[in-house]
Nanobody
Framework: QVQLVESGGGLVQTGGSLRLSCAAS????????MGWFRQAPGKEREFVAA????????AYADSVKGRFTISTDSAKNTVYLQMNVLEPEDTAVYYC??????????????????WGQGTQVTVSA
């Protein structure tokens, strides 16, 4: 049974940084694409970033390019999202997702097979 468990969310001031972690278990993820999505109150879930497990292919939403970095640690079966220069507009629940059937440029949530429970990120002005 696949499990994705996010952690690392919290409250941070504008311009600050956070690193989110997604611990994956229950499967060998070497062939999976791992993604991060976020959902703010009253808004649809939106794509943030995705990576192949090897890290050789990555993709980012325009709104986070240059500020966020997605990476993996195979030894720990963990995916990270390093978020720098945070803005109030980044406030949302952040979700980790996984799929073996898509490429990193799939930016819609529906094709992802597995989801974590989410972690709240709040950026104060």
């Amino acid at each position: 049974q696949v499990q994705l468990v996010e952690s690392g969310g919290g409250l941070v001031q504008t311009g600050g940084s956070l690193r989110l972690s997604c611990a994956a278990s229950g499967r060998t993820f070497s062939s999976y694409v791992m993604g991060w999505f976020r959902q703010a109150p009253g808004k649809e879930r939106e794509f943030v970033a995705a990576t192949s497990w090897s890290g050789s292919s990555t993709a980012y939403a325009d709104s986070v390019k240059g500020r966020f970095t997605i990476s993996t640690d195979s030894a720990k079966n963990t995916v990270y999202l390093q978020m720098n220069v945070l803005e109030p507009e980044d406030t949302a629940v952040y979700y980790c997702a996984a799929s073996t059937y898509i490429g990193v440029r799939t930016t819609t949530p529906a094709p992802y097979e597995y989801w974590g429970q989410g972690t709240q990120v709040t950026v104060s002005a």
